[in-house]
């Protein structure tokens, strides 16, 4: 019942930006997308989330389209500390507590 | 401001004892979510709390499990009676529950049960 579809893995060059793809065709008006992140056995680390305009913060940038049916998380200086695995999560954040983590995007940062 | 805490970040138990588990939430957060995570597998809710009052268990297997938030104190996820089976990550998340129309859940490290 995953809302969300994302490539099972991708591998990023260190301090180049890592470009992680979202799709979720069937998010509703007042659904957030969320990502987070998971490094090695730690607990899930919250990165950001959005509703439909573009967010930025210390950590990454948020990209979602205009028809909100897909979107784009941006590491910009990928570092090997990113390795992990990302989660992209649509979830309206009050009444729709239960995050969905699915299989998520593993992502390896080489040197 | 420190995040979420929980103890003991690794459990090692028999079968058939109980495991007990304890999650603070970060300062100022006063709802409580618990969620597993088997091998190889996605994190699953479990259950979501606010300061003495269960709110939701439906991800709770019906028998040996149960969860508190006191009104003082950490939340505790007990399990009785453990199996193999309940070898797990099980971390725990808060959130301020502010009313806004978001609101963020930030986790904690986890602790590792291990049944032997």
């Known amino acids: 019942d995953a809302k969300t579809t994302q490539p099972p893995s991708m591998d990023c060059a260190e301090g180049r930006a890592a470009n992680l793809p979202c799709n979720h065709s069937?998010?509703?008006?007042?659904?957030?997308v969320y990502w987070y992140r998971q490094i090695h056995s730690q607990g899930p680390q919250y990165i950001i989330h959005?509703?439909?305009n573009n967010e930025t913060n210390e950590m990454a940038s948020l990209i979602i389209t205009e028809d909100r049916k897909s979107s784009t998380l941006i590491l910009p200086h990928a570092t090997l500390r990113d390795t992990a695995v990302y989660y992209c999560?649509?979830?309206?954040?009050?009444?729709?507590?239960?995050?969905?983590f699915g299989a998520g995007t593993t992502v390896t940062v080489r040197a | 401001n420190a995040g979420v805490m929980q103890n003991p970040r690794h459990l090692v138990r028999r079968r058939g004892q109980e495991a007990r588990l304890r999650c603070s939430p970060m300062k100022g957060h006063s709802h409580v979510y618990w969620y597993r995570q088997l091998p190889e597998e996605g994190l699953k809710f479990m259950v979501y709390?606010?300061?003495?009052?269960?709110?939701?268990e439906s991800g709770m297997p019906k028998e040996r499990f149960s969860a508190e938030f006191p009104k003082e104190g950490p939340s505790i996820l007990r399990i009785q009676q453990v199996v193999r089976g309940d070898s797990a990550a099980y971390f725990c998340?808060?959130?301020?529950?502010?009313?806004?129309?978001?609101?963020?859940?930030?986790f904690g490290p986890g602790t590792r049960l291990t049944v032997l």
């Open positions: 959005g509703l439909k």
């Open positions: 998340a808060s959130s301020p529950r502010t009313g806004l129309s978001t609101d963020t859940q930030y």
């Open positions: 069937t998010i509703s008006g007042n659904e957030y």
């Open positions: 999560i649509v979830s309206d954040g009050s009444n729709d507590y239960k995050l969905s």
């Open positions: 709390l606010q300061k003495e009052n269960i709110i939701d």
